[in-house]
Nanobody
Framework: QVPLVESGGGLVQAGGSLRLSCASS????????AAWFRQAPGKLREVVGT????????TYADSVKGRFTISRDSANNTVYLQMNSLKPEDTAVYYC????????????WGQGTQVTVSS
């Protein structure tokens, strides 16, 4: 069973918005950092942004800064990625992942959700 489940992907026109969600599939684990990654065809996976669970502080890749926002719902153990002003170059499979401490690897991943931005 995949530890995390993403949803919210789809096809959108350039300039549009999507919101991705990521929730536990039922397993319980400690989270220090939640992150969103993406991988476009033929490219390496890259980090989109991270969120420190305890205080909700987020960091972003330069390519999405000012357009994407990561947030969380602690009560429901869900993390979101709000994507605005989408560009064709944002097309990728988006993954969420969590780790238990800053020095740890991202151990738990979702299966990914496809985001396609048409020009």
């Amino acid at each position: 069973q995949v530890p995390l489940v993403e949803s919210g992907g789809g096809l959108v026109q350039a300039g549009g918005s999507l919101r991705l969600s990521c929730a536990s599939s039922g397993r319980s684990f400690r989270v220090h950092t939640a992150a969103w990654f993406r991988q476009a065809p033929g490219k390496l996976r890259e980090v989109v942004g991270t969120l420190t669970w305890s205080d909700g502080r987020a960091t972003y890749a330069d390519s999405v800064k000012g357009r994407f926002t990561i947030s969380r719902d602690s009560a429901n153990n869900t993390v979101y990625l709000q994507m605005n002003s989408l560009k064709p170059e944002d097309t990728a499979v988006y993954y969420c992942a969590v780790r238990a401490a800053p020095s740890f690897e991202y151990k738990y991943w979702g299966q990914g959700t496809q985001v396609t931005v048409s020009s």
